[in-house]
């Protein structure tokens, strides 16, 4: 399976204002490209996920820390954390890819 950015975005905004596309599934797995406009209303997921941005800049807030992030960067989030990506490029697009069972894997 083969899938690029410009196809994610070409399905945004979704039907419903959805600013994630999902690309890529397989068992647990799946992978969306994620571009919110303006502010990001995520809210904690219930699997463990991979965020590689693809464009733009800004912050990264996790938890109670904070990380400026830029294309290239990744980001690990386990279940349940809060997150969200503040004060980013309009050009913001990033790929976050979810796995594992409800509540994450353990170590």
Known sequence: MKYS????LARLP???GERFAELIAHGSMRTELYA???HDPQQPHAQ???YF???GRGQFVQGQERHRFAPGDAF??????PHRFEDFSDDFATWVVFWGPPGGERE
């Open 76 to 81: 690990f989030v386990p279940a349940g954390q």
């Open 5 to 8: 950015v410009e196809q994610g």
């Open 36 to 38: 919110p406009r303006g």
């Open 14 to 16: 979704g039907p419903n």
């Open 48 to 50: 463990d996920e991979l």
């Open 53 to 55: 941005i693809h464009s």
